[in-house]
């Protein structure tokens, strides 16, 4: 199965299932694209329910379960602190959470009085819960995310969409799961260029950076916002273009009207971009670069299999696994192998970063070509001109795992008459993509008008 050249853009070629897949549409309505946070203990959060407000024993911070409806997260944090007058970087959370879909999640904040919160009323932004604590909701502190989702416009009849999803069902257990592929969202959904940002951070190439940001195009974005895109990377005149910049490009306008006055201060331009997500722009290129690693690895037919000189890390009671990375050599080998088998172990790669170790072996060698054919080096990511985007690195597991996975249908689309749709339950772990699952099953000819 070949990837589309989009997919090849963030650097995903290929499929770990061999089976066709059943096509069709995701995101057609917003409730078509359900995600519940996964507590660390385990609890799913539900989409709807209300959970009370527990606010008379009075702590640092002010955990709240937030539902939003179309809403990216770092712009509905950032709405949110405009509205309670205090900067973004008072609140944190445990995840990002997809844009075009309902979904719920833990936030903290400082500084903000449980009224207040509430009083405040946003279209699309709901308040399930709120309570205090006295640590804040961090980054990773969840297990996972479950997803209901709903693909529609399937061109099959019953049996044989039936006959692919289980087909695909079970190429996928027999490697224990899907490709650990950072989706989309990491990268900008109708405009994937986070990770080349990203890149000329890391090069130190900032002014690149800045001008990409404003002015790089995309097929699927609105004609308004191609024309001033374009008229910029012509004629680069900031203060016309602060003019003429649709006003929903909140951080390209906030920028503009900067480098309107300071025209070469590119690095304070860039930090005019909240912390969070300018912190995905190097990320995301971490992320691109460990997207091709695994296709790379996939290509040897390797997911499930281990070599002298892997890295891996073991999976603990949670079935999540642990921060310490373990090398494989020729005397642990088949040990290590059995525990990959039983699922007590995963094989994983890095996120490179300036504290990273690259392994020994066939890893080692897929790694150093790919940073070679980049230009870029482990310790490029100690970035000195602004240190809080540098990269320390981690490991990450190369196969995604599935749970309590579900399949509803095919029965017939109401929207769309004389085509199917299945709904789709499952449980991924903190980290992954339901994208990446769904690619499997669906094997979209353009991803984007797939809804991805």
Request: charged share 30%; aromatic share 10%; net charge positive.
């Amino acid at each position: 199965m070949k990837t589309q050249r989009i997919e090849e853009f963030i650097g995903i070629y290929g499929y770990a299932s061999k089976t066709e897949g059943i096509g069709g549409k995701i995101r057609e309505k917003m409730e078509d694209f359900i995600v519940e946070e996964i507590t660390p203990e385990g609890e799913i959060l539900k989409v709807g329910k209300d959970y009370g407000f527990n606010v008379e024993k009075r702590s640092r911070y002010l955990v709240f379960l937030l539902e939003k409806h179309n809403w990216d997260t770092f712009k509905a944090i950032d709405v949110l602190a405009r509205h309670l007058n205090v900067k973004p970087e008072n609140f944190s959370f445990a995840g990002i959470k997809d844009k075009r879909a309902i979904t719920i999640q833990r936030v903290s904040v400082w500084r903000v009085r449980p009224e207040d919160l509430l009083n405040v009323k946003i279209n699309g932004l709901y308040i399930r819960g709120c309570w205090y604590s006295d640590n804040k909701v961090s980054i990773g502190d969840l297990w996972g995310n479950h997803f209901r989702i709903t693909i529609r416009k399937i061109n099959l009849d019953q049996n044989e969409a039936q006959h692919r999803v289980k087909r695909v069902l079970s190429e996928i257990k027999e490697i224990g799961g899907v490709p650990n592929f950072f989706g989309f969202q990491r990268f900008g959904t109708k405009r994937p260029l986070n990770h080349i940002i990203g890149k000329y951070i890391v090069k130190g190439q900032f002014r690149d950076a800045v001008i990409k940001f404003l002015t790089e195009t995309a097929p699927y974005e609105d004609k308004k916002t191609k024309e001033a895109r374009l008229t910029l990377r012509e004629n680069l005149d900031f203060k016309k273009a602060a003019e003429i910049f649709p006003d929903y490009l909140w951080y390209e306008k906030r920028m503009l009207k900067f480098l309107a006055n300071h025209p070469k201060s590119y690095i304070s331009a860039l930090r005019l971009i909240p912390k969070q997500l300018r912190i995905m722009f190097t990320h995301s290129y971490t992320s691109y670069l460990f997207n091709k690693f695994v296709s790379y690895r996939m290509k040897m037919e390797a997911l499930n299999k281990v070599f002298e000189g892997d890295i891996i890390l073991k999976v603990g009671k949670n079935d999540l696994p642990s921060d310490e990375a373990h090398e494989v050599s020729s005397s642990n080998i088949k040990e290590i192998q059995r525990e990959i088998k039983t699922g007590r172990a995963v094989v994983a790669l890095p996120l490179v970063g300036y504290g990273i170790k690259i392994p020994r072996g066939e890893s080692g060698e897929i790694i150093k070509r790919v940073l070679e054919e980049e230009g870029v080096k482990p310790e490029d990511f100690r970035i000195k001109s602004m240190p809080e985007l540098s990269v320390k690195g981690t490991y990450r597991s190369i196969i995604l795992k599935i749970k309590d996975f579900e399949v509803i249908g095919p029965v017939g689309d109401e929207l769309n008459p004389s085509t199917l749709k299945i709904l789709m339950q499952f449980s991924i772990p903190r980290g992954g993509y339901a994208t990446i699952v769904l690619r499997e099953f669906m094997k979209p000819r353009d991803p984007i008008l797939s809804g991805f």
